[in-house]
């Protein structure tokens, strides 16, 4: 659906920076490495959409995309990097914050897990903060093509035992492999019939 119809729109470093609530959004969360940008761009099948949003001086902005002029989907930031300096990480939280109880639009957060390393704690904190931002979000496992089966099967344990404690979450976990392209169509199934 989003093929050739998805447009870069901006990066915001404030409240005050986000475009207009007037189409149904979605947003894609992570720890760095996730494979969240090449998610991305296998969704919306564009090769190198959102590698602006690593490059360094990009990567504590919130990236708005605009998908089918019906959708925005939006990159936040990966988190979890190991060695953030503290006053970053609370700049980032508290525009996270913001951003996640301030977008009356926002339908639905994709949380991206890795499928080789499972929930960490990084990842509860964020799905704490949909919950209390009231925001359903929605586990995406990534490089599924990784892992062996019985591994696989042992982090789905793992995410499912995780997401039955989290009010906002949405039971159906997303398999992906952008690599193999797994999942690709049922996300972007998924995104398109959100309104
Ligand atoms: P980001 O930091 O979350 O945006 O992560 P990237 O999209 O840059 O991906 C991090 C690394 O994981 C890169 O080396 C990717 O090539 C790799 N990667 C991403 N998706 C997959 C996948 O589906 N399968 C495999 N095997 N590797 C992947």
């Known amino acids: ?23 149904c959004e ?35 902005e919130i990236n708005f995309f605009t998908a089918a002029d019906s959708h925005y989907l939006v990159d936040l930031p990966g988190y979890g990097f190991a060695n953030a300096p503290v006053a970053v990480v609370a700049k980032w939280q508290k525009l996270l914050k ?22 960490k704690p990084v990842d509860e904190e964020i ?13 995406v496992l990534t490089k599924t093509d990784k892992p062996k089966k019985g591994d696989l099967d042992k982090t789905l344990e793992q995410v499912r035992g995780a997401l039955a404690k989290h009010p906002a979450a949405y039971p159906e976990i997303v398999l992906t492999s952008s690599d193999k392209g797994i999942g690709i169509e049922t996300l972007r199934t998924l995104i398109a019939t959100l309104s």
């Open 127 to 139: 799905m704490s903060l949909l919950d209390s931002s009231a925001v359903t979000f929605q586990c």
């Open 26 to 60: 979605v947003c894609f969360a992570g720890r760095s490495n996730v494979g969240k940008s090449t998610l991305i761009n296998a969704v919306t099948g564009r090769k190198a959409l959102a590698r602006a949003s690593n490059t360094p001086g990009r990567t504590q």
């Open 98 to 119: 913001a951003y996640l109880s301030g977008r009356a639009n926002l339908r639905r957060a994709f949380v991206l897990v890795d499928s080789r390393h499972g929930i």
């Open 1 to 23: 659906l989003f093929a050739g119809e998805t447009e870069f729109l901006k990066g915001v470093v404030a409240m005050d920076g986000m475009p207009p609530g007037d189409r």
